[in-house]
């Protein structure tokens, strides 16, 4: 497992921040301000998670007129982590079949 | 971040417990040496959690559930993937031998 795909599985551990990744999915930009709105936390701990977000890759800031920094999801950075499912998925089919080769072929005498 | 994979055994769940939770169970199909398993929760023969990391890579925690099923044993497996640093892991599970 790469740093790369570590940093974006980590991301996306907490459950706050896989909501705040599926708000980008859905609303495509977002803000520190949005968000506090509509999660039950404190605007500092929006940023945080923003930030955590941002550090694994996830995120990038939009240009746009204003004061307000808004943010949007970077082009393919969910890739690692579609990857690691797949590689995991193909991994355990692999897995679970040998398993039940092994156990019903029953012990080795 | 996790996936769920599941296959029938045409065998007992008791059985499939002992090819998951022993290590010569998993010698006979899990075949990858590099892995180092830490098991978390044994609660034969239907719950097995065991986490597990190769190298410096973040673990990753897996558990399997065995229950009975019309022709043997259905095996539902979960990997999950958060990042846990292997110091930490090493730490918590101190005391536990695999």
Excluded: N, Y
């Amino acid at each position: 497992m790469s740093d790369r795909l570590g940093a974006v599985l980590g991301a996306l551990a907490d459950p706050t921040r896989r909501e705040m990744v599926e708000v980008l999915l859905s609303d495509g930009t977002t803000s520190v301000p949005s968000l506090t709105g509509r999660f039950p936390i404190t605007r500092q701990a929006v940023a945080k998670h923003l930030a955590t977000l941002d550090d694994a890759g996830l995120l990038e800031r939009v240009d746009a007129p204003g004061r307000e920094v808004r943010w949007r999801l970077r082009p393919g950075a969910l890739a690692p982590a579609a990857d690691w499912v797949r590689t995991a998925e193909s991994a355990w089919d692999g897995r679970l079949g040998r398993l039940k080769r092994a156990v019903e072929e029953g012990p080795p005498d | 971040m996790s996936v769920r994979r599941e296959t029938e055994v045409e065998a007992t769940p008791e059985d499939v417990w002992d090819a998951l939770s022993t290590e010569e169970g998993r010698d006979r199909w899990l075949g990858e040496p590099g892995r180092e398993v830490v098991v978390e929760v044994a609660d034969a023969p239907h719950r097995l959690v065991w986490w597990w990391w190769e190298g410096d890579a973040p673990a990753t925690r897996v558990e399997f559930l065995v229950v009975p099923a019309p022709g043997g044993a259905r095996v539902v497996v979960t990997e999950t993937a958060p990042e846990v640093p292997v110091a930490r892991l090493a730490a918590a599970f101190s005391s536990v031998c695999v």
